[in-house]
Structures are given as structure tokens and as C-alpha cells.
């Protein structure tokens, strides 16, 4: 008995050794539930801070299976950042199975960077489930747009400053220093997208909409007649059809969605498919929020010369 | 002497009002010079807030195609009341506060909780002799399609500390007309405990296995698996008590720790029904992240409790669960699954008969809208004598989230006929065709792994 106690008590002792000792380096431990907020709490949190995404930028960020690990993440978590808007709703599960009372809905380690971003796509009327996979709330895909970046970045801090109040200056300091850099950035990116300016991309999905709008491109159409669902073969010939007689030249797809079905369509078509960095991480080389951008940035202008 | 006095208190007579006339015009240059200095500062503050406006409002909206970075808004100095989230002092907490009111809160139209409604219909197609002997999968219901589980879901949060699940069940027990409606699930979760800790308290699903907590929509077959349905009954276990978990944030893997004292009502397994000799139940599940495309669940659950001629029961249960999700996919490639049941329970002579069954479960999606697998059970009985396999192969089409098909096909064999024999029919070999179709209407939570 007193070998199996000591065994125990062996083993407890390593494990806490063993796992993961921020708290111990003063660090703040976030969790945020994309990859985008990930690269961009980092900024803003600088050396202290810690986070962990509950995603990787290749999947669909609307169906994260929910897995115990992303509870045990958040078990340890100070602040969770999350998108809002229904994008992350799966998150509410794993945050409240997590046993942690700082994060859940209300608690003050709750951040959620959708507060004051003017939210386009607003249904205007009824909504139901025979449009598809629709957002009651608008659309949420609004990270893709880094003309939204201030204002993100203004809740990631307000979030991170109420669990850290002392650090306040700190995290606004790194922010500035951002948004310096990402204005630099925009110029540069304006200029790359001028010529192309008012030019027609169709998406698979309706994820660019704060993106296009940003740098004035129009969306034509979507490959999905209803978001969510995938599309008939009728609506695709009839995309096609337009696409031909608009001469577009480009289809936007996200990596998890059917990008061979993108590809057969832009044959078709006569056009590009673009795989887009939809989030950090979703293609090689958009490794954080600016390569992100950067890449589709660079990846519009080219495909639409 | 008295000259002397009276002239000093003449003196003071005519003097004391030019000093307090003094003193007031100083004290009026004070204030003056203050207000002087305030009115400098609200104007420093209208004009820092003109140009924070004028910044603001030439930010591009979202809805325009200015290709140009907005200026960012101004940071909020520390004072800002946004930091009013710092803990609270004792004597704050001691202070009388309002009590928490949502509804004088709550906006125009605004719910404060989500509504769902599951339908779930099931039909199947057997041998005469199987229904004479009411020994199908859906005991007394064979050759027939009904509503298993029409289920109105109510659930939210209560308060910054609570939430709430209210679950509503209509189905056909029996042939005919009527319709039962009962209360299947109403809990209260307590969010805000310390220590990793949460509590739950209620009439519940309990979390004894994999798939007990699982509702019959949303269980990956058309029904639950036999080990279940011969050692807990149709429905599998739900109890009306309370139960506490613990996750420790010590571990490099996820591990929870449940503990849980119920009333025992279950007739199958126990049946006492009083917490003076109450059902108390424990689990202990670990997860594994193999790979990010690979999850491996391990579980391990106990329920002691009395039967209703108070003989003690006691069940132990363990459970695996192993996911392939290839990387960039909506739905897994691969699920593997197995659950076993070893039930101890006192006989009437005293003595101890332990009983055991399992199950084993492989489901391949190749496609987001296909699904096909098949599962193995074999299970003893928890009182009489003898056993039964089954193996039921499976198909699964899902136009949508929100809508799914299923057809399946089941064989079952018994070693004998005892207690499948009602009516003289004979339930030792049963061949099955199960259908089902099942509906989700409006808010329906996310699934865990």
C-alpha cells in the first residue's frame, strides 16, 4: 500500500513538473479559438503572454470537432479570445466542460473581438435553414479584413488588460506598434490591388466579403447556391455561364472546402482557383496575421492582372 | 481700563467685517481661478474628443471599398472604466447590491435562451414469429414505424453563474394513438466553482460510459447497443440526483473525474429508489491526442446501487473511443469504438452473479454525406441464464446538418427462447430491417469527440 501511495504521489509530482509551468513564468495563458486571434493576441501580448489556438488554420472554422484536449487547453486557460458572431459557437461547449470559471460567457477572461466591428451581410428579414448555413448575427468572417485590425485589436486589449490590469500599458504600447506596422503594409497593399480595383472574383464560400470590400473588389457570385450546402450541378453550370460571359477570372476556395471542384469549374470557365489564406496557417507561408494578408494580397493581384 | 476695552471692541466691531469682506473676495479669486483652470481642461477634453471624432469618422466603414487602413481608435488610459473588472474588495462584496436581473437588460425581441426541436422516427421489419414474441429491437412495436424521440429542447444560461437544460420528450411506446409525453432531461450546471470543479443537479442522462449520455438522434446507430439496452433497459440510465466533476490542469493529458449520488429509480439495474441507500456513481475518462489528426478517449465508469427487494447491484463499465480525422476534413475518416458492461448483483440466495457484455463499432465516411459501418454486440443477461450476439451493418446519408437518413440491418441470435417468448412466438433468431430519419429544428449544441 505504501509503494502504490508512493508510486502515486510520484507520479503527480512529475506530471506537475512536467507540464506546461507559464504560470510560474508570470505569463498570461490564452486561449483563443482561431488561428487569426492566435497571431494577433500574440502581437498584442508580446513576451507576456502564452496562447494556443483550438484550430488550425486548414480547417472549416465553422465545425471544430470538439475534442477534450481543447478543454484541457482551456482548463488552464486566463483568457479565451473568441471570433463571435456564431463562427466559434462550438467553442461554448468546450469552454464549459473545461471546469474554468474565468472563461465562461460573462467571466472576465472572456474576450470577444466582435464587439464594435460593423458587421456586413446583417440578414435585413426572416431567416431560416432553407437559405443554408446562414448567420443570423452577419457574417463572420471580418478578420480577413485588416482594415478591421484597430478595432480587433482594441478588444484583444480591453480582454487582456481586465485580466491583467497592471499590463495594460504594455499591451497597448505593442498594439500601436502593430498598427504602425500594418498601416506601412496597407499602403503597400493598396497600391498592389489599384489596378485591379472593381474587378469580379466568384468564391466558393462566402468567407471574403470584409476582405473584397476592403480593397473594392465585387463578389460575382458563389459556388455554394446556399452557405453550407454543396452546390447543384444546375447552379454550376449557370456560374460558369456567368463567369464566361463576364470574363472573371478568378474563384476564391478556402483549403477545406472541395478545391478539386474549384479547380473543375475554373477549367470550365476559363479562370484561376485561388486557395486563399482564410486563416493563419491555412496555406504555407501565411504564417501570421501580416503574411496572411500579404499572401492573398499577392495571390489577388497576380491571378487578376 | 474700560475706555481701553470698549475701544478695542469698536475696533473689532468696525474692523471684522472688512476682513471677512477680504477674506471672502480672496475665496471668490480661489474658486474663480479653479473654475478658470477646469473650464482649460474641459475644453482640452472637448478638443482631444473632436479629434478622436473627426479620426474616427474617417475610417472607411467596412461597407465602402477605401482601400485604407483607419486610424486606430485611441488607447484607454488605465482609469478608463473598462478596467472596472479588477476583483472586488471584501467590503465590496459585503455591500447590499441589486439582485441580478436579466430582464430589465434585455433588449426588444431578444431571447435569452435557445429553442431546438429533434425529431427522431425509427421503423423496422421482422419475422412473424419475432412479433408474436414482442423479442425485436423495438420491443412490442415490431413491423411498425413511429416516433421514437420528439424532443423540444430549452437551454441557456441562467445567470453569469448557471445555466440551464430543459428536455421534453414525445414517442410511441406501444402501438396505437397515444403518444407519450414525458420529461427526459432538466438540470441546473453551476459554471462558476473553483478548483476545476462543476456540479450538476437534476434529472439527467448520466455519464456512465461512452454513449449513455447520448441521446437516441444522436447516437451513431438506429439503436442502442444491446449491452446497454440488457443491463440498464430501453433507455439506458437516467437518474434524477446530483453529480460533481473534477478536471486537474496538473496532467499533460485531459482527464475527468466524476463523481454522482443519485435516487436509483433505474428498474432494470436497481430500482430502490431512496437516497437513504442511493445510487452512487463514478467515471474517470482520459484523452489522448495522438496526432492532430488522431484522438483516442478511455473511460472507465461504476454505478452502485440497491434493487427494489433491496439486493445490491453494482456495474462496472469501460469504454474506448478512437478517431482519424485527416487534416482539412469536415467529417472523420475512420471511428473506432467499444463499451463493456460487468454486472455484479446479489442474488436471492445471497451469492454474487457477475454477467458481462460489449460491443465493438467501425464507421468509415469516405464522403461528407456517407456513412457506412457496422457493430458487433455480445451480451449475458444481468438475472436469467444465457446470452445473445448481434452484428448489424449500417448505412448513413446526410443531405445536411441538419437532416440524416439511416438504414440498417440486424441479426440477432439467442442461446434460448426463455423470456423471448411471449404469446408462443420465439425471438432465438431475429432478422431485422431498421430504418430511421432524423431532424434537427433550430439551436442543437455541438458534440463532443
Redesign the interface.
Known amino acids: 500500500m505504501r509503494r502504490l501511495t508512493l508510486l502515486i504521489l510520484t507520479i503527480v509530482a512529475a506530471t506537475s513538473v512536467l507540464g506546461p509551468n507559464a504560470q510560474a513564468a508570470g505569463k498570461l495563458k490564452v486561449v483563443a479559438t482561431i488561428s487569426d486571434l492566435k497571431s494577433l493576441t500574440e502581437t498584442i501580448g508580446g513576451d507576456l503572454v502564452e496562447v494556443d489556438s483550438l484550430t488550425r488554420g486548414t480547417q472549416n472554422l465553422h465545425e471544430a470537432e470538439v475534442r477534450p484536449s481543447m478543454m484541457l487547453k482551456l482548463r488552464r486557460a486566463d483568457a479565451v479570445v473568441e471570433n463571435g458572431l456564431g463562427l466559434d459557437a462550438w467553442a461554448d461547449v468546450a469552454i464549459e466542460a473545461a471546469n474554468n470559471a474565468n472563461i465562461i460567457r460573462g467571466g472576465r477572461g472572456r474576450i470577444d473581438i466582435s464587439r464594435n466591428v460593423e458587421v456586413l451581410e446583417v440578414p435585413g428579414s426572416r431567416v431560416d435553414r432553407s437559405m443554408g448555413d446562414v448567420h443570423p448575427q452577419g457574417n463572420p468572417h471580418f478578420s480577413l479584413d485588416p482594415g478591421l485590425a484597430p478595432v480587433i485589436t482594441q478588444n484583444i486589449v480591453e480582454g487582456l488588460a481586465r485580466v491583467a490590469p497592471d499590463r495594460r500599458a504594455v499591451f497597448e504600447q505593442n498594439r500601436q506598434a502593430f498598427l504602425a506596422r500594418l498601416e506601412q503594409e496597407m499602403v503597400k497593399w493598396t497600391q498592389a490591388m489599384a489596378p485591379v480595383k472593381g474587378a469580379k472574383v466568384v468564391v466558393f464560400h462566402p468567407v471574403y466579403v470584409y476582405f473584397l470590400t476592403r480593397f473594392g473588389l465585387v463578389q460575382a457570385a458563389a459556388l455554394e447556391d446556399r452557405p453550407g450546402i454543396p452546390p447543384s450541378p444546375q447552379h454550376l453550370a449557370t456560374v460558369i455561364r456567368e463567369m464566361k460571359a463576364q470574363k472573371i477570372k478568378a474563384i476564391l476556395v478556402e483549403p477545406w472546402n472541395d478545391v478539386k471542384l474549384a479547380n473543375r469549374v475554373a477549367e470550365e470557365a476559363g479562370a484561376r482557383a485561388l486557395v486563399m489564406a482564410t486563416a493563419v496557417g491555412a496555406v504555407k507561408g501565411a504564417d501570421n496575421y501580416i503574411a496572411a494578408i500579404d499572401y492573398n494580397i499577392t495571390a489577388l493581384a497576380k491571378a487578376l492582372r | 481700563m474700560l475706555r481701553l476695552m470698549l475701544a478695542v471692541v469698536s475696533a473689532v466691531m468696525v474692523l471684522a467685517p472688512a476682513v471677512a469682506r477680504a477674506q471672502d473676495a480672496e475665496a471668490l479669486r480661489r474658486e474663480l481661478d479653479a473654475l478658470k483652470k477646469q473650464q482649460e481642461q474641459y475644453q482640452k477634453a472637448i478638443e482631444a474628443l473632436s479629434q478622436r471624432l473627426q479620426k474616427l469618422e474617417s ?15 485611441v ?2 488610459s ?1 482609469s478608463n472604466p ?2 472596472q ?2 476583483p472586488l474588495s471584501a467590503l465590496d462584496l459585503a455591500r447590499p447590491r441589486q439582485p441580478f436581473a436579466l430582464y430589465q437588460q434585455r433588449g426588444a425581441g431578444q431571447l435569452l435562451f435557445d429553442i431546438g426541436v429533434t425529431g427522431d422516427f425509427v421503423g423496422n421489419v421482422t419475422q412473424h414469429n419475432v412479433e408474436k414474441a414482442s423479442a425485436g429491437t423495438f420491443s412490442g412495436r415490431e413491423n411498425r414505424f413511429f416516433p421514437r424521440e420528439i424532443e423540444l429542447s430549452l437551454f441557456g ?1 441562467i ?2 453563474y448557471a ?1 440551464a437544460d430543459v428536455r421534453i420528450e414525445a414517442g410511441e411506446e406501444a402501438p396505437g394513438g397515444e403518444t407519450d409525453v414525458t420529461l427526459a432531461e432538466a438540470t441546473i ?1 453551476l ?4 478548483y ?3 456540479a450538476k443537479l437534476g434529472q439527467m442522462r448520466n455519464r456512465f460510459g461512452w454513449s449513455n449520455v447520448i441521446h437516441e438522434h444522436d447516437l451513431p446507430w438506429v439503436d442502442r447497443p444491446d449491452v446497454y439496452r440488457a443491463f440498464l433497459g430501453e433507455d439506458g440510465l437516467v437518474e434524477k440526483g446530483f453529480e460533481a ?3 486537474p ?6 482527464l ?1 473525474i466524476l463523481g454522482g449520488v443519485f435516487n436509483g429509480d433505474n428498474e432494470t439495474a436497481f430500482g430502490y429508489g431512496r437516497l437513504r441507500e442511493p445510487l452512487v456513481t463514478g467515471r474517470v ?1 482520459a ?1 489522448f ?1 495522438l496526432t ?1 489528426t488522431m ?1 483516442l ?1 478511455v473511460g472507465t465508469s461504476v454505478a452502485n446501487g440497491v434493487t427494489a427487494d433491496r439486493r445490491t447491484s453494482t456495474l462496472l463499465g469501460y469504454d474506448v473511443k478512437y ?1 482519424y ?1 485527416p ?4 467529417h ?1 475518416l475512420l471511428t473506432l469504438g467499444t463499451e463493456g458492461i460487468y454486472s455484479m448483483r446479489e442474488g436471492t440466495t445471497g451469492e454474487t452473479k457477475g454477467r458481462f457484455g460489449w460491443y465493438g463499432w467501425a464507421e468509415v465516411q469516405p464522403w ?2 456517407w456513412a457506412f459501418g457496422a457493430r458487433y454486440d455480445a451480451t449475458q443477461y444481468p438475472a436469467m441464464a444465457g446470452f445473445q450476439w448481434a452484428i448489424e451493418p449500417y448505412l448513413t446519408y446526410v443531405p ?3 437532416l440524416r437518413f439511416r438504414a440498417a440491418y440486424k441479426h440477432t441470435e439467442r442461446s434460448h427462447r426463455d423470456g423471448f417468448d411471449a404469446n408462443g412466438g420465439s425471438g432465438r433468431v431475429v432478422d431485422e430491417l431498421l430504418f430511421q430519419a432524423t431532424f434537427i429544428l433550430g439551436a442543437h ?5
Open positions: 475610417q472607411p466603414a467596412p461597407g465602402t471599398t477605401q482601400p485604407v487602413a483607419p486610424a486606430p481608435p488607447a484607454q488605465p473598462s478596467s473588472m479588477t444560461q445567470d453569469p445555466r450546471t459554471l462558476a466553482l473553483p476545476g470543479t462543476q466533476t473534477w478536471v490542469d496538473f496532467l499533460p493529458f485531459y475527468e475518462v484523452f491526442e492532430d484522438g478517449q478517431k480525422r487534416d482539412g476534413w469536415l472523420p461528407r454525406q445536411s446538418e441538419f449544441p455541438a458534440h463532443r469527440f
